[in-house]
């Protein structure tokens, strides 16, 4: 890091520096081009980590765990941001996301699936959700190769799902419309600007963040930094003294197949199902390809095994466990199952916090940096929701409404400057 007397060499210059290239960080990005400001979205492998395994479930509903209530009022408002936001990339000329607003099927496998589908439903209930009971012969009606011997269905009318990487690559092409040529960014300049590198460090001048250390040399000089690099926010340099970020890498197994013709479509909604008391659900996509996931695991079969802050990757091996997992719980649900094609088997992971709640904020006392990280479970969900609030943030506007979600929560010290 900089001294704060030292000068600032920039390469780039941009009202915005989004550190990170998953479904969040573009989002963000996106977010503060359209309200006018320059951004430099910096990443040296975007949409390859946790968002190019994520199924893209949009679920505020059936995404609700026990003692996880006071997520629920973010996660609901995001779910209301979603049709606003499909329909705003509509009108920008992006390439389809594929959105999708079908609703989602929660099933049981056995009797002991019903009784803890049917207490979540109670949760769900009273905290106003809705989540309407269907007969096994009524959920069959509309998705006709679900097995007939599945205990119970319910009908979760307000999830819905998007294609994560197709909706990277349609906020990428957004970004990209007017994006200068080579050189350096004009300070004010309403354009998108991609950096194929690491962020290695924040940059500081006269005691607040002015910028990114690039990894590979060069530095990109912006009024406000947001760090949204999922696991790896942990590990950047230069971060405030006394700011603990407490991300943990959960690893999970994906697989997406392909249907045959004479099975399409294999179903028409999401289905999430229990099967003994264990997740599974199916995500059909536009393309006759089918996603089954996910595996929850924090073991050390991974790429980069140790905490995230010891330099965790957000790749990872996948697990044969978790494969056959998948795959015979999946059969369980929609027997059909066995006659796909499987195409791909994914692991990635997906930064988790002590509480499941993302770190999303400002850093008080410090001036030009927010934090957009630690969003576990719920990063394609809360994607917009994210952008709108650290926008805000720069607007200067702080909704209250989100305090817990402060990212010093975890710190002891009140975070300071970073000292040299």
């Keep these: 890091m900089l001294h704060a007397e030292q000068t600032i060499h920039a390469d780039i210059h941009a009202d915005v520096a989004v550190i990170g290239g998953g479904v969040v960080g573009h989002c963000i990005a996106w977010e503060a081009r359209r309200s006018g400001r320059s951004v430099a979205l910096i990443d040296d492998a975007p949409g390859q980590g946790a968002s190019w395994a994520a199924a893209g479930m949009l679920a505020p509903v059936s995404e609700l765990h026990y003692q996880e209530e006071d997520l629920l009022e973010l996660m609901l408002e995001a779910s209301g941001r979603w049709p606003a936001f499909a329909a705003d990339l509509a009108r920008a000329g992006a390439p389809d996301p594929g959105y999708l607003t079908t609703p989602t099927l929660a099933v049981g496998a056995d009797a002991g699936d019903r009784r803890a589908l049917m207490d979540l439903r109670s949760v769900q209930q009273a905290n106003g959700l809705q989540v309407e009971p269907l007969t096994v012969r009524e959920a069959r009606a509309r998705e006709s190769l679900l097995s007939p011997a599945i205990s119970c269905a319910l009908e979760i009318a307000a999830d819905h799902q998007v294609d994560p990487r197709k909706l990277v690559a349609s906020l990428r092409e957004l970004l990209s419309a007017h994006e200068p040529g080579a050189g350096s960014m004009v300070d004010g300049a309403t354009g998108g600007f991609a950096v194929e590198d690491r962020a290695a460090s924040l940059l500081w001048a006269d005691g607040h963040v002015a910028g990114v250390k690039l990894a590979r040399g060069g530095t990109i000089l912006a009024r406000e930094t947001i760090v949204a690099n999922g696991l790896h926010a942990a590990s950047l340099e230069g971060l405030p003294e006394g700011l603990h970020l407490p991300l943990r890498p959960v690893y999970g197994d994906i697989l997406r197949l392909a249907v ?5 479509p294999l179903v028409t909604s999401t289905v999430r199902g229990l099967v003994h008391g264990v997740p599974v659900y199916l995500v059909p996509r536009q393309d006759g390809t089918v996603v089954i996931g996910a595996t929850q695991r924090e073991d ?3 790429a980069g095994e140790g905490a995230a802050g010891a330099g965790a990757k957000s790749h990872a091996a996948v697990s044969a466990g978790g494969v ?12 059909a199952v066995s006659e796909l094609e499987l195409l791909e088997s994914t692991a990635r992971a997906r930064p988790a916090t002590p509480d499941n709640a993302p770190l999303l904020g400002r850093v008080p006392g410090i001036h030009g940096l927010i934090i957009a990280t630690g969003f576990f479970r719920h ?8 952008a709108a609030i650290c926008a805000d943030l720069m607007d200067g506007q702080e ?3 989100w305090e817990a979600m402060n990212p010093t929560r975890f710190s002891r010290t009140h975070p300071q400057k970073e000292s040299v």
Excluded: N
Excluded at 260 to 264: S, T
Excluded at 379 to 386: D, H, Q, R, S, T
């Design 399 to 401: 909704d209250r409404r």
């Design 260 to 264: 045959p013709r004479h099975l399409r």
């Design 300 to 302: 050390g079969l991974s």
């Design 379 to 386: 990063g394609v969900l809360l994607a917009p929701a994210a």
């Design 324 to 335: 056959y997992q998948l795959l015979r719980d999946a059969q369980v649900l929609v027997p």
